[in-house]
């Protein structure tokens, strides 16, 4: 064994693990590992907030089913980079952020930018450490994939003292790591296809963490077999062909009305791999952690998601993939609920007929024609806001993996997960969605984009204002506007500027065109779309929610 410093340690054994590419705002706390990644393989991707760079190794998470990675200084990037934390959590997805520490004889004197890492993530993380020994940086880092991996997946935090990096230690790599997931016995399925037969008005929630093409595939061919009527949680679209006779909807913000009266009348829900939390239930409204008459079947490959909010019938621990593939050995005679599907997809198809919004550019026209001309396999990511919920509503998702989207809500997420995804997947089209908030929060990563090559389309929904809150302030407190009015530059010139594209679209009709000419482009493209200031969310202008306020207010 050869003497190393701690970041050539720390550079080769990710390099051990897979890693092809880290995230990173560069600091001197880890100049080690800046060393280390000189002669590596592993692409560094600099970006221009700490932020942007975690948001990119969540989606990195999202798409691959392995840890994405990033590495941010102490102190303020540590702060910065904490909302990309936050996401991984909430959306389960694994992530291992190193951040950059004192020196360990600092400890306890508030040195320059020192924060106690394992107070400051311990709630947002599955696990934080920090490393104190050089020879041991093998051991953590095959302990930070393995956490970050394995039941519920999520994001693991490794603090790294700027003198333990620079120390020499020698010392063997760790093997790489893979994860097992539980998987379901043919009894469980047995037990799940029994109490299928007792119903007569069942859903099938297919959400979660791991899924892949294969539990895509296998949930299309257990819909058809048992004739399940298919919903899917927030953001998690692309878990089945919405072209599919089975396909429903997603209980998500602003839901199908109808959708939420199907789960209100079923008799049995069979949660897959979901925690079925408050946007699903629209408030636990739909479900009562309380108690109900539902029969519930909950699997999911975490035993401590189990039961943990509802009192279930049935509770198995499993990969998705694998209940699947044991109930499609499973025959049940699903006649009793052939008319409850069909009428649950009919209110589906009749959700999605478009619904007349004012001005001169139509969401509710642009969203369809992307989804027909777009090729299946593109990545569509998005932020948060009123713009995403078009998106939601119109867009068909085709295949698993080209939905990429914070479940946790989180504004300025779109950007950078459409360049990851571009980096990750250079021959598939990666078009991000965000509002004029939204985009203002990341669109610094402009510069990242073109730096690294990443092609990626930015639709900019521009209307004015804060939408999601604008909706709410008028619902509460009509016509006393404060706070969501915005004051936007020119995003195209603003692309422009960076050295991309960038074209404004005041017309439905003259969208198409400006399209292809983005992807002609072959660069960073910025299309702004200009909404007339009435518009507001896919069922209501901003008249008809104030009037509406003030009804409310009666």
Excluded at 66 to 81: E, H, S
Excluded at 248 to 254: K, M, P, Y
Excluded at 267 to 274: A, E, I, P, V, Y
Excluded at 515 to 530: H, N, P, S
Aim: proline fraction near 5%.
């Amino acid at each position: 064994m050869a003497a190393r410093h701690g970041g050539k340690i720390l550079t080769d054994q990710l390099a051990v693990q897979g890693v092809q590419r880290v995230f990173s705002v560069p600091g001197e706390s880890f100049l080690a590992v800046l060393d280390g990644l000189h002669d590596s393989a592993i692409q560094n991707v600099v970006c221009r907030h700490e932020g942007g760079a975690v948001m990119m190794a969540e989606a990195h998470g999202k798409l691959t089913g392995r840890p994405g990675v990033a590495f941010v200084t102490r102190g303020p990037g540590a702060t910065n980079g904490s909302s990309g934390v936050h996401v991984a959590m909430q959306d389960s997805t694994p992530m291992v952020l190193f951040v950059g520490q004192i020196a360990r004889g600092h400890r306890d004197r508030e040195a320059f930018q020192e924060v106690n890492y394992r107070a400051m993530f311990g709630p947002l993380a599955k696990w934080v450490a920090e490393i104190d020994q050089t020879e041991r940086i093998p051991e953590y880092v095959a302990r930070a994939f393995q956490t970050a991996m394995s039941g519920r997946p999520g994001p693991v935090v490794l603090a790294l003292p700027e003198d333990m990096l620079s120390a020499v230690a020698e010392v063997s790599d760790r093997p790489r790591v893979d994860v097992s997931a539980p998987v379901a016995t043919d009894t469980q399925a047995e037990a799940i296809a029994a109490a299928l037969t007792r119903t007569e008005r069942p859903l099938l929630i297919a959400g979660g963490p791991g899924w892949s093409e294969d539990a895509a595939t296998a949930l299309a061919q257990v819909a058809e077999r048992f004739d399940l009527p298919v919903a899917v949680p927030f953001r998690r679209q692309d878990y089945l062909d919405n072209r599919h006779p089975n396909y429903v909807g997603d209980l998500a913000v602003g839901m199908n009305p109808k959708l939420a009266d199907l789960v209100r009348e079923a008799d049995t829900l069979l949660m897959l791999g979901t925690r079925f939390g408050d946007i699903a239930t629209d408030g636990y409204d739909l479900l009562d952690p309380a108690g109900s008459d539902k029969t519930l079947i909950q699997t999911h490959p975490d035993p401590d998601m189990l039961a943990r909010l509802y009192s279930v019938d049935l509770a198995v621990c499993a990969s998705s993939l694998s209940v699947l593939e044991a109930m499609g050995q499973m025959t049940i005679d699903s006649a009793a609920w052939r008319d409850w599907r069909a009428a649950a997809r009919r209110n589906y198809e009749a959700w999605q007929e478009p619904n007349a919004t004012p001005g001169q550019v139509q969401m509710e026209e642009i969203i369809p024609w992307l989804s027909e001309h777009l090729p299946e396999d593109a990545i569509l990511t998005n932020g948060a806001g009123n713009y995403a919920a078009f998106l939601h509503r119109y867009f068909r998702y085709k295949r698993v993996h080209t939905q990429v989207a914070p479940t946790s809500g989180s504004m300025g997420y779109g950007f950078p997960a459409a360049i990851a995804a571009k980096l990750e997947h250079p021959d598939r089209p990666a078009i991000c969605f965000a509002g004029d908030g939204c985009f203002q929060m990341s669109l610094n990563e402009c510069s990242t984009a073109m730096q690294h090559g990443a092609a990626v389309i930015v639709i900019v929904v521009n209307n004015g204002k804060y939408g999601t809150i604008r909706m709410h302030q008028e619902l509460a407190y009509p016509e006393r506007v404060s706070g969501t009015a915005l004051a936007n530059p020119d995003f195209a010139a603003l692309a422009r500027a960076y050295g991309g594209f960038g074209m404004v679209v005041n017309r439905t009709e003259d969208f198409a065109e400006a399209f292809q000419a983005a992807q002609d482009a072959g660069t960073l493209a910025v299309i702004e779309l200009k909404l007339d200031d009435e518009v507001l969310s896919t069922g209501m202008t901003v008249s008809e929610t104030r009037a509406l306020g003030h009804r409310n207010l009666k």
